[in-house]
């Protein structure tokens, strides 16, 4: 993924785009926002070019999908850009779905075999899940995913889940991560997922 930064969108940021989707975007952006490296003649990749990706990157993205329930990487919507002849993954809003509908969050949640594997673009390494899996998921402990919501800003948690409190919202999305990451993992084949 490229790389991320906090930028600050000014009200009176200007903006000459034609079709005023730039400048509604804008408007509905004043404050702190992610913002991602610009990736100068980086072009969207066809679902036809897919083959230029690693297998084990391919399968490790699969993965990786998997567990952040993202089905937005999909033959008709890749999502990713490609840019010295390198995969850059993009566009994950649709990831943690979850968190569109805490009301409906049980402890069985992440248990749930919700994501779909025949839909993704890279649905043809499902059969290498087994062999990423092991190596995926010692990368992840329960420390590493408490790093890393900790140092997302309280704002943004504010806006994602107006009605909990920041360290509240952090402990739920690790939990949550933590839970999908417990074998046998639930969007890992049962018979072959490692420990």
Do not use: C
């Amino acid at each position: 993924m490229p790389e991320r930064a906090i930028v600050l969108v000014d009200a009176a940021t200007p903006s000459d785009d034609k079709s005023d989707e730039l400048r509604d975007l804008i408007g509905r952006s004043h404050g702190r926002n992610l913002g991602f490296r610009y990736l100068p003649g980086a072009v969207d990749m066809r679902a036809d070019e897919r083959r230029v990706v690693p297998t084990d990157i391919a399968a490790t993205t699969l993965w990786l999908d998997g567990l952040v329930t993202n089905p937005d990487l999909t033959p008709e919507n890749p999502n990713i850009l490609l840019w010295h002849y390198q995969p850059w993954l993009i566009d994950h809003g649709a990831a943690l779905s979850f968190h569109f509908d805490l009301t409906h969050l049980t402890e069985q949640t992440p248990r749930e075999a919700t994501f779909d594997v025949t839909r993704h673009l890279f649905s043809e390494q499902a059969a290498r899940l087994a062999q990423v899996d092991a190596e995926n998921a010692r990368r992840l402990s329960r420390e590493t995913l408490e790093a890393v919501v900790s140092v997302v800003p309280d704002d943004f948690l504010r806006t994602a889940l107006p009605r909990m409190n920041p360290a509240t919202a952090r402990s739920v999305y690790a939990a949550v991560l933590w839970k999908r990451l417990k074998a046998p993992r639930p969007f890992v084949p049962t018979a072959t997922a490692g420990g």
